[in-house]
């Protein structure tokens, strides 16, 4: 072989090998990312849906306010600057005065995961919370509210 062919076949794999490392890192790095975008999306969607689970409760369970602390406390480490503002705000006036909404927390983050998730925007930000209350009557009949 002579000097120029070698050098061609050389340059070749080189080239190839750069080529083959620039791929792999960018694919892992591509890969690392929508981990991530999956696992903070996969968390934020459990904390609206402790922070809606927990709206409205005449009377909270010891469950329910364990929910709403871990929910609070994964939009402050996970959310948006936004959300995490309003976490926090919503943190301080309940530990104030053992009531605070956090109706525009949820809006927000209901916006948030929609965009997240491709969906689109929706038109009405009120959100309507359903709740089924069971009476105390010896039919146990159920109130929905």
Do not use: C
């Amino acid at each position: 072989m002579n000097p120029d062919q070698a050098l061609t076949v050389t340059m070749s794999a080189l080239l190839s090998a750069f080529g083959w490392v620039v791929g792999y890192s960018t694919t892992i790095r591509r890969d690392r990312l929508a981990k991530k975008r999956d696992l903070r999306t996969q968390y934020l969607l459990d904390a609206y849906r402790q922070l809606e689970r927990t709206a409205n409760r005449r009377e909270p369970t010891e469950a329910d306010e364990k929910a709403l602390e871990g929910a609070i406390a994964d939009i402050q480490l996970l959310g948006s600057p936004k959300q995490v503002h309003l976490a926090r705000r919503f943190a301080l006036e309940f530990a104030e005065s053992r009531t605070a909404s956090f109706d525009e927390l949820l809006e927000e983050l209901r916006e948030d995961l929609r965009k997240e998730l491709s969906l689109p925007p929706l038109r009405a930000n009120r959100i309507q919370f359903l709740r089924i209350v069971r009476s105390q009557s010896p039919g146990g009949n159920r109130d929905i509210q």
